[in-house]
Every structure is written in C-alpha cells, then in structure tokens.
C-alpha cells in the first residue's frame, strides 16, 4: 500500500512539469480537425474570378432552404464568374443551415464548401444572414490574407472548367475540344453523375 | 509581564494575523494552480498576473450573495458556528514561532495549547451540521466528531514521542532542541554526524511519529485523502452544505487557516523551525512551511477519499499501535541512555 501511494505522488508530481492540455480558447486559436466543417466559403479561382455559376443547384439541394440565390447574365467584356452567368445574390441563413454539406455536393464548380469557420455569434437575427461579400474568399491580389480561406483543405473531385479553355468554346459547343482538356487535365478528374 | 510587553505581544499579534490573513487567498489560489498543473490543466489564471487575484473576485462575489437560511435552522448556532471553526484556528497562531523573534508569546506548554485548539475546532463543524437541519450536513458533522476521535489519539502520541526526544512542552524549546548538527547517543558518547541538522524527522526514532503527525494532520484538516466531513460525491458540501456568501468564506478560510497551522506544526516538531544555515530564520521557517504546504495539496491531488470504516480502522489499529510502540521504544532508548542497563 506504502508503494502504491508513493508510486502515485511520483505520478501526480511528473505531471506538475508536462504540457496543459488546456486551450485558452480567445486568446489561442483553437484548431479544428481537418475534416471539421462549419461556416460556409464562396471560393474563386487562382486568376480571381468567382467559382459560382449562379446555377441555384445548392439552393434547390438544401434541405433547409437556407440558401438564396438570384443570378444574372456575365457581362461580355467584364465576366465576373466563368460561366454564362453569375450569382448576383448569394445569401445563407446561417440559423436555418443544419450543415449537412448537400450544397458542397450539389455544386458543380467547386464554389460553395464548408469552411473551418465556427465562431457564430451576434447581437441579432439578422447577423446571421450572410451575403456573398461575407462569404466570399478574397480575391488572390488582395492584401487580405486569411488562413480561414486555406482553400486547399477544400479542393475535392469536381467537373472542373480548365482556365486554358476558353468561354467561346463553351458557347459555340466544341465539345470535342474541351473533352480532351478535361482528359489531358492534372489531376485525374472524376466526372460524377449529376 | 509588563505593560510593555503586552503591548509589544499585541502588536506582533496583529501583524502575524495580518501577514495570515493576507496569504490565505494566495493559498488558495496557489493550491488551486497546482491541482490544476498535476491535473493537465492551467488552473485559474484570468484575474490579475497569472491569476493570483482569483481569491479577491471569489471573496467579492461571496460578499455579495444573498445569505439563504435553512426554515428549521437553529439560528444561533447557525450563526456561531463558522465563528467557532474560524477563531480557535486564528488563535493558535499566538504561539507558533516563525523565528526567534517573530513569536507572539511562548507558552511553556505550546504543544498542548495548540492540541486544545486543533480539538476545539470540531465543534465548529458538529455544531454547523447539526444547527443546519439538514441530512448531509448533519452527516458530515457526525463524521468529523468520529473522525476527530480516531485521529487526534493518533496525533498526540506523536506529540508525545517529541515531548520525549526533546524534553519539553515550549513549542520555542522545542525549535531550539533541534538546532546544530545532528547529535545521538551511543554507548556513553555523544555520536555527532556533521552534515546533517538535528531536526527530528532525521532520527529513526522519530520517523514513525512524522508519518503519523503528517497523516493525522492531513485528518484533523478534513482534508483529501480524509475529506469525509464535506466528501462532495456524497454529501454535497458536508457540513456547510446550507451555508452561503461569508459564512461559507468563513468555513473556507477557517479551513485554510487550520492547514497552515498543521503545516507549521510539522515544521516546528519535526523540520526544525527556523533552524537552517546562512539566511534568516525567518526564511527558514517561511520555505519549510511552503514545502510542507506544497506536501498538503500534493497529496490532495494523488489520493483518493478513503471509505469511513477504513478511516476508522487506520486510526485505531495502525496508528494508535505505531504511536504505542514508538514510545515504546523511545522509552527503552532513554532508559539505556540513562544507564539502567548498565549490562549492555
């Protein structure tokens, strides 16, 4: 018995000296697994033009009808996205999303995902409902750098659109064409169906 | 004694009440850190530098809270309780010698003052648990009777292995028994070992009654590992289970202030008080009370709640015996020294 105790106070006092596992939450950030998903990301491309195509896929899969989307027609000599046209209104209500991560999987581009965020807080209820100035990543000459938009922690298979094809052939249909981009593209890309 | 000394006695008094009262919340918030650093954690350190104003915004917040009186409470009693925990612990302080100086008053019979107190103490808790009109608490008051009885026979046998290496009763005669190097009798000469101080925890003779004082400090404290007066998983909060705001403080601080006294006590009888070489006495005694106190909330960390009949058990059948034997053996030593044995 005599052993035993001392063997315990050697144990408790070797502990006096170990790293705390304590985290002091707002002074230290906390870090989340990779795989964690929390507040939402509207992602661009590496040349800055946003993902989204306006195509309400996200909207139509939300479970919760949390999602508003309102597109309109790209400007022909200023696109803003890569696709005919974009999202002229994104808007999430944050308290209805259940973030099951439907949208992510709807999305054809790539463009809505789930990030790391999960700091949710406000003083109203209109403080949850987010545009898309809130939710989009910055733009890639931005002096705005944020490891909260780590975009690479988001990167999952997707029907991409290669940057090296350009808009005219998708309009005038070269189907061939953009078939052998996507076929020659790195790396191998998995076309689901959808 | 003069009116002078008197005065002087009083002054000491205050300032050593003062400096007490003034470290308690530093305890406290000492104590809690290190749990919390043997258990992984940080332990409070929001309020103030690392945390040490913890005990000030708890004591504020105590001070502001609505005092809840149990409907069937014995009011008087209710009210002189923590008063009774609280006092006779304050008191003992009149004879502790911090160094040389730095004592109150020395009691030719300091031990046995201190020992009156200590028992005194209880009555606080019984009364607490009985005024409370309530089940955990009057539980927790019966346990801490039964466990005062068990224990304080333990603590006097100890008390009395020191009476007899040391010769006397003065808690200062005591102190300064124990200073220069470490000195035995053996066969008709004086065995003198140069490196080591002449504090009792370093004679064999002495070492069961250590174990035993430090074991039975730890009881008379009510603390972990025999916490069983405000054992939290079954009790709620033991005895001051109906107490709030200051009166909860009170018990708190009364408590505290019984942890320090037990810690000085080990320091005084076995560790030598303020003997030490080269700096003050004062910083002596202050460092071996930090040790021994240190001792207090580490084995508060390790050590489970033992079960009551184990507690019982351990006080009547391992250290009342222990405590029999080694005066026991104390008394043959002494009985050689004086040469009744000459045939040895």
Not at chain 1, 89 to 118: K, M, S, T
Not at chain 2, 92 to 106: A, M, N, S
Request: aromatic letters at 14%; hydrophobic letters at 50%.
């Amino acid at each position: 018995m005599i052993r035993d105790i001392l063997r315990s106070l050697k144990v408790t006092f070797s502990h006096l000296f170990e790293p705390k596992v304590t985290v002091q939450y707002p002074d230290e950030p906390v870090k989340v697994a990779n795989r964690f998903r929390g507040r939402h990301i509207l992602r661009r491309w590496e040349d800055g033009k946003e993902r989204c195509i306006g195509c309400h896929l996200c909207s139509a899969a939300c479970p919760a009808d949390a999602i508003t989307v309102i597109a309109e027609d790209n400007p022909r000599d200023n696109p803003i996205s890569r696709g005919e046209r974009y999202a002229k209104v994104y808007q999430i209500d944050l308290l209805r999303c259940i973030f099951c991560g439907y949208c992510e999987d709807a999305c054809p581009v790539n463009a809505i995902v789930l990030g790391q965020g999960f700091e949710f807080s406000g003083y109203r209820r209109e403080d949850f409902i987010v545009n898309k100035e809130d939710l989009l990543e910055p733009h890639p000459n931005s002096f705005i750098k944020d490891s909260f938009f780590d975009s690479k922690l988001y990167d999952r298979p997707y029907l991409p659109i290669p940057s090296n094809v350009d808009l005219e052939a998708i309009i005038e249909g070269k189907q061939r064409e953009i078939e052998e981009t996507i076929r020659t593209a790195k790396p191998p890309i998995v076309i689901r169906p959808y | 004694m003069t009116a002078t000394d008197i005065g002087w006695a009083i002054v000491k008094l205050l300032i050593i009440i003062g400096c007490i009262m003034a470290v308690l919340p530093f305890l406290i918030w000492m104590e809690r850190r290190m749990l919390g650093f043997m258990q992984d954690r940080l332990g409070p350190n929001r309020v103030g530098p690392a945390g040490l104003l913890q005990s000030f915004a708890d004591g504020l917040k105590l001070m502001l809270k609505e005092v809840v009186i149990p409907k069937d409470a014995d009011r008087f009693v209710y009210f002189l309780a923590p008063m009774l925990l609280m006092v006779p612990a304050l008191c003992t302080f009149v004879v502790i010698p911090f160094g040389p100086k730095e004592q109150v008053i020395d009691l030719n019979i300091g031990v046995l003052y201190i020992f009156a107190l200590a028992s005194l103490g209880v009555y606080g808790i019984v009364l607490a648990g009985w005024a409370s009109n309530s089940k955990y608490s009057l539980l927790g008051g019966l346990r801490s009777s039964a466990q005062m009885l068990s224990y304080e026979l333990g603590v006097g046998l100890a008390i009395v292995v020191v009476v007899m290496l040391t010769g006397t009763l003065s808690l200062r005669g005591i102190v300064e028994s124990q200073s220069g190097p470490l000195t035995f009798w053996w066969f008709g000469r004086e065995l003198v070992i140069p490196f080591l101080p002449n504090w009792l925890i370093f004679k064999p003779l002495a070492l069961p009654a250590f174990f035993m004082f430090l074991v039975g400090g730890f009881a008379e404290t009510n603390r972990a590992p025999f916490d069983l007066p405000e054992a939290e998983s079954e009790l709620v909060s033991g005895y001051h289970t109906e107490y709030t705001g200051m009166r909860f403080a009170m018990f708190m601080l009364g408590e505290y202030v019984n942890v320090v006294t037990a810690s000085a006590m080990v320091t005084t009888l076995f560790l030598g008080g303020w003997n030490g070489p080269f700096f003050p006495p004062l910083f002596w005694f202050i460092v071996k009370l930090m040790l021994v106190l240190f001792t207090f909330i580490w084995a508060r960390a390790t050590l489970p709640r033992i079960r009551y009949d184990q507690l019982m058990k351990f006080g009547w059948t391992v250290l009342v015996p222990t405590g029999l034997i080694n005066i026991a053996l104390i008394a043959i030593y002494d009985a050689w020294k004086w040469s009744k044995f000459a045939a040895f």
